[in-house]
């Protein structure tokens, strides 16, 4: 291929649904099947798939399930792989956010360290996350599908970019006392950190039209939802 050009190589095939991946420091692909609720590790050196752990009860159906992982960024020496997932609990659908223990190349000791409502309508569930260089644990929650939740800044998840420590506790610096590190989001499927300005971009899904990529500070408003 001459300079410049763009290439296509197929890592892998016949897989159910990823949704999701990240890497280790050695090259590792971690990554999630989203209505099957498998995480699993993959060499792509030498291809070699294995079933890292299986979380039960994942609610997979429209955009929930599996659909946000993410590694401590002091992996491996604090061994935790976090995953965001919809999944039944009290007959309810929720978002929650996972962790899991890496023991000897198997995951084990599942912690739920964020649990907050899904709806009755299986859209708008968001679920990226990532690690910021500030050492946080962002995610994307999406408006379960009422825009009303992106406005709502009383106790509510939905419709927000969250920011929370390893461990789910809230952060003293964030804006609102909460988990809240911006609101007014839709339906979010994508974020990442510049690399040299560590500033935080998101991709906004816009009804149909109406597509955003927006810059995330601390604080502000995304203006979706009823004002």
């Known amino acids: 291929a001459s300079a410049g050009t763009v290439r296509a ?17 050695k090259g ?14 993959r060499n792509p050196k030498t291809d070699f798939d294995r079933l890292f752990f299986h979380i039960r009860g994942v609610s997979g159906a429209g955009e929930r399930g599996a659909l946000g992982a993410a590694l401590h960024p002091r992996w491996p020496a604090k061994p935790f792989v976090y995953v965001y997932v919809t ?8 978002n929650q956010i996972v962790r899991i223990r890496d023991r000897g190349g198997e995951g084990a000791g599942l912690t739920t360290i964020l649990a907050t409502p899904a709806s009755s309508s299986p859209y708008h569930n968001g679920g990226r996350i990532a690690f910021g260089p500030d050492g946080m644990l962002y995610a ?22 969250i920011r929370i420590e390893p461990n789910g506790d809230v952060p003293p610096d964030n804006p609102f006392g909460d988990r809240v590190w911006v609101f007014g989001i839709r339906n979010s499927f994508g974020f990442a950190f510049d690399p040299q300005t560590d500033d935080l971009w998101e991709t906004e899904n816009g009804p149909s039209c109406n597509d955003e990529l927006n810059l995330i500070e601390r604080g502000e408003n995304y203006g979706w939802g009823p004002n």
């Open 9 to 25: 190589v197929k890592v892998a095939g016949g897989l159910d649904g990823p949704a999701a991946f990240t890497f280790t420091l």
């Open 28 to 41: 590792t692909i971690v990554y999630l099947e989203r209505a099957t609720g498998e995480v699993r590790f």
């Open 87 to 94: 999944r039944r609990a009290g007959g309810k659908p929720r």
């Open 140 to 161: 994307i929650v999406g408006d379960a599908h009422d825009s009303g939740n992106a406005q709502d800044t009383t106790n509510e998840d939905r419709g927000k970019i």
